[in-house]
T-cell receptor
Framework: DAGVIQSPRHEVTEMGQEVTLRCKPISGHDYLFWYRQTMMRGLELLIYFNNNVPIDDSGMPEDRFSAKMPNASFSTLKIQPSEPRDSAVYFC??????????????FGAGSRLTVL | GQSLEQPSEVTAVEGAIVQINCTYQTSGFYGLSWYQQHDGGAPTFLSYNALDGLEETGRFSSFLSRSDSYGYLLLQELQMKDSASYFCAVRDRADSWGKFQFGAGTQVVVTP
């Protein structure tokens, strides 16, 4: 398996623009997570899905952020409009639901977002 | 809510042993995980403890004491490639099954 695949790896955009980050989880994984990492706030859980259904979005900072998972192999995190304070590395991760695999998060390489 | 505390930085020489402590406060508790992250890279899974005791995986070991809400990661025979950030993470049983929260991370610096 190619692991968790994220795109784009780097994105530089101007304030006010829409940003869409994409994630393909490991095939067969039941859970998908979106995390944001900054020096100031560390790794923050934004939202996670179980079997394509959003379970907890309490970490989503505000209405400018939205996430979808239309099928088991694809998820998006959208920021509209983007602001400079959204600059961070956004990680997608996936895991199994049961067995020892349920205790292991596999992370993608991350999408580094810079909002000017 | 949840909180996890771990030291911000630890420095040691090659070949030494380093222990990274993690204390946690959660409304429920299911297990403690450890992840390693090199600069510019993604976090990668190291270990998971659900029960009290020591789990050993090669040069790395992880320990958990549920009664003390405490765990540690032990790095033995340090190598330069072990220079990285190490995060503890908890799964809070009171929340939904899948929810993992991460500590702020400990930067381990290995010197020659």
């Amino acid at each position: 398996d190619a692991g968790v695949i994220q795109s784009p790896r780097h994105e530089v955009t101007e304030m006010g623009q829409e940003v869409t980050l994409r994630c393909k989880p490991i095939s067969g994984h039941d859970y998908l997570f979106w995390y944001r990492q900054t020096m100031m706030r560390g790794l923050e859980l934004l939202i996670y899905f179980n079997n394509n259904v959003p379970i907890d979005d309490s970490g989503m900072p505000e209405d400018r952020f939205s996430a979808k998972m239309p099928n088991a192999s694809f998820s998006t995190l959208k920021i509209q409009p983007s602001e400079p304070r959204d600059s961070a590395v956004y990680f997608c991760a996936s895991s199994l639901a049961g067995g020892t695999g349920a205790n292991v998060l596999t992370f993608g390489a991350g999408s580094r977002l810079t909002v000017l | 809510g949840q909180s996890l505390e771990q030291p911000s930085e630890v420095t040691a020489v090659e070949g030494a042993i380093v222990q990274i402590n993690c204390t946690y406060q959660t409304s429920g508790f299911y297990g403690l995980s450890w992840y390693q992250q090199h600069d510019g890279g993604a976090p990668t899974f190291l270990s998971y403890n659900a029960l009290d005791g020591l789990e050993e995986t090669g040069r790395f070991s992880s320990f958990l004491s549920r009664s003390d809400s405490y765990g540690y990661l032990l790095l033995q025979e340090l190598q330069m490639k072990d220079s990285a950030s190490y995060f503890c993470a908890v799964r809070d049983r009171a929340d939904s099954w899948g929810k993992f929260q991460f500590g702020a991370g400990t930067q381990v610096v290995v010197t020659p």
